[in-house]
């Protein structure tokens, strides 16, 4: 049991709609990042957020933006959603620095048709 | 850049057989190196990891070495069971705040 919850666990969406993901980081950590992992694939580096900040960006548009909030909780949101956005979007905290170990939640499985 | 390239599967190998996964990478500096677990239906799960060159990671039986000569981390166990099941990716770390990056991952199937 890591801690890192993600809501919710399946969500299917419609081309051109917006989506919004959320995430609870575990106890104690103040760096969440997200991951895209398409099917067959290994997770896709989307952004990290520390202290309330980007704190890191992978290769995706703008139109992937997330928040985090004081609580390390955070979101993400997607806008405009492509069909192949459809991924499992995995959540992961941690404590910035340079060995540390990322914990991940279970993900969310979204589909967009 | 920084990548990791990863054996391809699927694998599949009898219960109490032994287990390679290679993995090699690439990176600008100094990274440490991870294999996670993804069970199906679920998020990953650290199995181990290793921090600088020559260290061994090991966890429930697996082991990996960093080898920063051969730039490889290959996973190893010795007797592999159903339980063992599963994805494997191999992943650097510790370059660019927590940015990781993953390898494709090697599905593993043991039977009975």
């Known amino acids: 049991e890591t801690g890192v919850t993600q809501s919710p666990t399946h969500l299917i969406k419609t081309r051109g709609q917006q989506v919004t993901l959320r995430c609870s980081s575990q106890s104690g950590h103040n760096t969440v990042s997200w991951y895209q992992q398409a099917l067959g694939q290994g997770p896709q580096f989307i952004f990290q957020y520390y202290r309330e900040e980007e704190n890191g960006r992978g290769n995706f548009p703008p139109r992937f933006s997330g928040l985090q909030f004081p609580n390390y909780s955070s979101e993400l949101n997607v806008n405009a959603l492509e069909l192949d956005d459809s991924a499992l979007y995995l959540c992961a905290s941690s404590l910035l620095g340079k060995n540390t170990e990322a914990f991940f939640g279970q993900g969310t499985r979204l589909t967009v048709v | 850049g920084n990548s990791v390239t990863q054996m391809e599967g699927p694998v599949t190998l009898s219960e109490e057989a032994f287990l390679t996964i290679n993995c090699t990478y690439t990176?600008?500096?100094?990274?440490?190196l991870f294999w996670y677990v993804q069970y199906p239906g679920e998020g990953l799960q650290l199995l181990l990891k290793a921090t600088k060159a020559d260290d061994k990671g090991s966890n429930k039986g697996f082991e990996a070495t960093y080898r920063k000569e051969t730039t490889s981390f290959h996973l190893e166990k010795g007797s592999v069971q159903v339980s063992d099941s599963a994805v494997y990716f191999c992943?650097?770390?510790?370059?660019?705040?927590?940015?990781?990056?993953f390898g494709t991952g090697t599905s593993l199937t043991v039977i009975p």
């Open positions: 990176a600008t500096g100094y990274p440490s």
């Open positions: 992943a650097l770390g510790g370059l660019t705040g927590n940015q990781f990056y």
